[in-house]
């Protein structure tokens, strides 16, 4: 069955960087788009980022343009997302989806805090 | 970026009742407009896609209708399961972006 899931949240300080992983399984990788999509503690859904299947396209949120990096390696079937010069304001739960908005993963916790 | 204006923000309702969520789109955004169901501590769940498609295996009392600005979703007969809350996202172009939320709550 398709699964996603997501690893490498946890506490940061501010202004450091951060990446999250997210591990596919159950389909071809390689063949779809992925986002990531974050949501504050208590808040509203918001879209993060997107990166084309064979890593030519990338697009971002205006929030987080020049600080995050998505990317992904499609030899291991994991999407990435390095968060650098992170603030308050990131700290989310991290959700990876595939495109088509069928499958997505559990989350991932970050927070950033002195 | 397109703003999505998603309203009420939150609605209280009773078992059975007939419930119209709304997001209106800052531009035009022929259908290019997705339902998704929250609930606590989960994933979203996709509900509509292109504005009036129902996603396979999601009950038909949603609906989902609206082109250009202006969409609705529909919950015909409100059963207990559906107390969650409702997004609606707009995938016409970057940055895609989703409206504030409803949250819909028990009477």
Known sequence: QVQLVESGGGVVQPGRS??????????????????????????????????????????????????FTISRDNSK????????????????????ARAGWLAWGQGTLVTVSS | AIQMTQSPSALSASVGDRVTITC???QAIRNDLGWYQQKPGKAPKLLIYAASRL????????SGSGSGTDFTLTISSLQPEDFATYYCLQDYNYPYTFGQGTKLEIK
């Open chain 1, 18 to 67: 951060l990446t999250v992983s997210c591990a596919a399984s159950g389909f071809t990788f390689s063949s779809y788009a992925m986002h990531w999509v974050r949501q504050a503690p208590g808040k509203g859904l918001e879209w993060v980022a997107l990166i084309s299947n064979d890593e030519s396209n990338q697009h971002y949120a205006d929030s987080v343009k020049g600080r």
């Open chain 2, 55 to 62: 996603q396979s295996g999601v009950p038909s009392r949603f």
């Open chain 2, 24 to 26: 209106r789109a800052s």
């Open chain 1, 77 to 96: 079937d994991t999407l990435y997302l390095q968060m650098n010069s992170l603030r308050a304001e990131d700290t989310a739960v991290y959700y990876c």
